[in-house]
T-cell receptor, first 113, second 115 residues
Framework: EAGVTQFPSHSVIEKGQTVTLRCDPISGHDNLYWYRRVMGKEIKFLLHFVKESKQDESGMPNNRFLAERTGGTYSTLKVQPAELEDSGVYFC???????????FGPGTRLTVL | QKEVEQNSGPLSVPEGAIASLNCTYSDRVSQSFFWYRQYSGKSPELIMSIYSNGDKEDGRFTAQLNKASQYVSLLIRDSQPSDSATYLCAVFMYAGGTSYGKLTFGQGTILTVHP
């Protein structure tokens, strides 16, 4: 069984540009989560999808971040326009139901210059 | 006060010793508790989950949960150099009155096992 995959693994962009991160969850996992770790801080929750619906987006920093999950499969997280403080590692995780363990992808390291 | 706190470390133990990692949490309604291991530059890897008070053993790993004290720990017996990593405590917290929730992480404890 394939694990959670994320693309790209690294992205370096300039302030003001747009970046789109992609996550493919484990097949059959309805729950998909986005988390972020900025330098020196703990991993923090961004949002949670159940199938194609946003269940909780309380962790999204501001309206420059837009997450979608088309058809309840893969998800994208777009940052537009990117700011310096958006730099960090963005992790995606999926779980079979809301109580189960969450399995993490390898992350996308975003650097905004 | 942080929602999930871990002993800051770094923690260094000799090969073959027991490594003890501790975590406290602030939310009394938390129901599920997890330990993740993260090697440098890699994704967090789930190694233990625990849901009820007491001990749960899996190989060389033992998780201990005390909900009254809001405390969860991870013991690694017969520590090996390959156990050297950052260990993350994560607590599944419900979002208000809903039945859904999210993981809240501690800052992690760096463990080094030296030969």
């Amino acid at each position: 069984e394939a694990g959670v995959t994320q693309f790209p693994s690294h992205s370096v962009i300039e302030k003001g540009q747009t970046v789109t991160l992609r996550c493919d969850p484990i097949s059959g996992h309805d729950n998909l989560y986005w988390y972020r770790r900025v330098m020196g801080k703990e991993i923090k929750f961004l949002l949670h999808f159940v199938k194609e619906s946003k269940q909780d987006e309380s962790g999204m920093p501001n309206n420059r971040f837009l997450a979608e999950r088309t058809g309840g499969t893969y998800s994208t997280l777009k940052v537009q326009p990117a700011e310096l403080e958006d730099s960090g590692v963005y992790f995606c995780a999926s779980s079979q139901d809301r109580y189960n363990e969450q399995f993490f992808g390898p992350g996308t390291r975003l650097t905004v210059l | 006060q942080k929602e999930v706190e871990q002993n800051s470390g770094p923690l260094s133990v000799p090969e073959g010793a027991i490594a003890s990692l501790n975590c406290t949490y602030s939310d009394r309604v938390s129901q599920s508790f997890f330990w993740y291991r993260q090697y440098s530059g890699k994704s967090p890897e789930l190694i233990m989950s625990i849901y009820s008070n007491g001990d749960k053993e899996d190989g060389r790993f033992t998780a201990q949960l005390n909900k009254a004290s809001q405390y969860v720990s991870l013991l690694i017996r017969d520590s090996q150099p390959s156990d050297s990593a950052t260990y993350l405590c994560a607590v599944f917290m419900y979002a208000g009155g809903t039945s859904y929730g999210k993981l809240t992480f501690g800052q992690g404890t760096i463990l080094t096992v030296h030969p």
